[in-house]
Nanobody, 114 residues
Framework: QVQLVESGGGLVQPGGSLRLSCVTSGFTFSDAALSWYRQAPGKPREFVARIYAQNISPTYGDFAKGRFTISRDNDKNTMNLQMDDLKPEDTALYYC???????RGQGTQVTVSS
């Protein structure tokens, strides 16, 4: 059974940082491409970043380039998203997705506010 569990969200001031994690189980993590998406109330889902199984450079949504960094730890079956210089418009529910099969977690809320 594929499971993805996100953590690390919270309330942060503009300009601050957060590190999200997605702990997975039920599949061969090292073979999987994984993504982060986000969704704010009343807005469509938005692609944040994707990391691949092989030595291919990650891809990012335009708003994430230069501020967010996606990474993976194959020993811990975990994917991370380091988010720096956060802005109020980054406020959303962030969730991880296993690309093949379109499995997703419940998400972790990120709120950027002063």
């Amino acid at each position: 059974q594929v499971q993805l569990v996100e953590s690390g969200g919270g309330l942060v001031q503009p300009g601050g940082s957060l590190r999200l994690s997605c702990v997975t189980s039920g599949f061969t993590f090292s073979d999987a491409a994984l993504s982060w998406y986000r969704q704010a109330p009343g807005k469509p889902r938005e692609f944040v970043a994707r990391i691949y199984a092989q030595n291919i450079s990650p891809t990012y949504g335009d708003f994430a380039k230069g501020r967010f960094t996606i990474s993976r730890d194959n020993d811990k079956n975990t994917m991370n998203l380091q988010m720096d210089d956060l802005k109020p418009e980054d406020t959303a529910l962030y969730y991880c997705v296993k690309t093949i099969g379109n499995y997703r977690g419940q998400g972790t809320q990120v709120t950027v506010s002063s």
